[in-house]
T-cell receptor, first 113, second 115 residues
Framework: GESVGLHLPTLSVQEGDNSIINCAYS??????FIWYKQESGKGPQFIID?????DKRQGQRVTVLLNKTVKHLSLQIAATQPGDSAVYFC????????????FGTGTRLKVLA | GAVVSQHPSRVICKSGTSVKIECRSL??????MFWYRQFPKQSLMLMAT?????????EQGVEKDKFLINHASLTLSTLTVTSAHPEDSSFYIC???????????FGSGTQLSVL
């Protein structure tokens, strides 16, 4: 039968406001992290990445913060736009060994007009 | 960014048939490709890791005889769902990593519906 799906946490933000999406990662040894955006029915799209030797990295309208002490990542989106509405996932990996990428549970961002 | 092409985007098949999904890296050589499965409103679940020219490494709980993975070249990996059943219905996504960096790029996904 059909499995019961978990409901993704949802963040609702007014258009033009800043969004902060959080992620707790699992492996303290992970040394590389990526944020992805996934729109309905599509594959994840790369947004921004950060290595473990950094605690902040900025892109165009996006900033990723890394707190290794508490194994926490956040994605900040400035001046959120309707096109930012999607599900956002963080992914972690260890760049030695098998290089597997493990994904967080995801957050749905809804931008309100 | 790098382009990963995945086909078909959608497939509907009868129970008991096999379905092949292709994943191609179009502008880079993919040393490693990963196959994920995603249920509605859930995260991506890693099924297997495939390195060019070697056997795929499957995650715990994923049947290797059910989900056949072939990575015959540096630009192509295939996932074959053998003897598909309705419980195999899902969104399957491939991804690829180049030898030059750690970034992981994704295909557009395949929605499999088994009747």
């Amino acid at each position: 039968g059909e499995s019961v799906g978990l409901h993704l946490p949802t963040l609702s933000v007014q258009e033009g406001d800043n969004s902060i999406i959080n992620c707790a990662y699992s492996n303290s040894a992970s040394d590389y992290f990526i944020w992805y955006k996934q729109e309905s029915g599509k594959g994840p799209q790369f947004i921004i990445d950060i290595r473990s030797n950094m605690d902040k990295r900025q892109g165009q309208r996006v900033t990723v913060l890394l707190n290794k002490t508490v194994k926490h990542l956040s994605l900040q989106i400035a001046a959120t736009q309707p096109g930012d509405s999607a599900v956002y996932f963080c992914a972690e990996t260890l760049t030695s060994g098998t290089y597997k990428y493990i994904f967080g549970t995801g957050t749905r961002l809804k931008v309100l007009a | 960014g790098a382009v990963v092409s995945q086909h078909p985007s959608r497939v509907i098949c009868k129970s008991g048939t096999s379905v092949k999904i292709e994943c191609r890296s179009l502008d880079f050589q993919a040393t490693t490709m990963f196959w994920y499965r995603q249920f509605p409103k859930q995260s991506l679940m890693l099924m297997a890791t495939s390195n060019e020219g070697s056997k795929a490494t499957y995650e715990q709980g994923v049947e290797k005889d059910k989900f056949l993975i072939n990575h015959a070249s540096l630009t192509l990996s295939t996932l074959t769902v053998t003897s598909a059943h309705p419980e195999d219905s899902s969104f399957y996504i491939c991804s690829a990593r180049s030898r030059r960096n750690e970034k992981l790029f994704f295909g557009s996904g395949t929605q499999l519906s088994v009747l």
